[in-house]
């Protein structure tokens, strides 16, 4: 499962044990997120015990930060906006798929080193096939960003088998950048936004204007007959691309699913245990 230690760390931090095991999502901004109520779902269905909590860090300052919470006896952390590459260099060991997406949203401690792992992709694709039901094979697909969230869901998309997948970024030398590096792993381009093409079965919004509450304007024709949209987040930040994906006609969803679904893969890598995520999407989108 790892990939070797990361060239060029620090010696391993010294890992304090607590009196409970300790948790948290890390972010800016995270007061908004509802990994704590998840992982403490999770672990009453699981039986076991556990302090989830959410932790805001200053841009600049995720390795401070990071380091002092392991070392103080922290057993694992969730990472969020904007700091998914700065957990990817913060790694002392790193799972294949964390090293394939060049990005972390998992840490955990192992064996006095910190383990960073990337959940985003299953979880992604976990949502997108057995909770929408969608068949992806053989269709084309849009992704929008190429940010740390979209490095996360690259290779477990082109894995479905698509006809093609387009990375679409306005900055277009970062879409580049990411599309060299998944070239062997399938039919991937990347484009500008003034050139990614109409016609998608998917269109996945990975960029953080939906977090920030900037619009994200998609030309209607990027939607083909019966696509479906879908945002990487959730709630009313992801609403106002949603509604514009369901005035082009399209399928929407955010991605409660796909946070709820990658929780779980975190869960399992911390306490061996996977939990049941169906009753808890519900609950959670009741609530």
Partial sequence: MAAGPAAGLRPA??????????????????AHSRSPEIHARFARATGETLVYERLLVEPGDFARAAREFFAAGGRGANVTLPFKVDAFDFAQERTQRAAQAGAVNTLAARDGLVL???????GLVRDLTANLGLALAGSRILLVGAGG?????????????????VIANRTRARADELARAFEPGGPVRSAGFADMGRGFDLV???TSSS??????????????????AYDMAYGAAARAFLDRARAAGARASDGLGML??????????????RPETAGVIAALRAA
């Fill in 116 to 122: 960073g792992d990337n959940t985003d992709g299953a």
């Fill in 149 to 165: 969230a979209a490095r996360g869901v690259v290779g477990p998309l082109l894995a479905l088998g698509p006809a093609l997948l």
């Fill in 13 to 30: 931090i010294r890992l304090h044990p607590a009196t409970m095991d300790r948790y948290v999502v890390i972010g800016n901004p995270v």
């Fill in 211 to 228: 977090t920030h509450g900037e619009p994200l304007e998609l030309p209607a024709e990027v939607f083909a007959p019966g696509a479906t």
């Fill in 260 to 273: 709820v679904e990658q929780a779980a893969e975190s869960f399992h890598l911390w306490r061996g245990k």
């Fill in 204 to 206: 996945v919004n990975a």
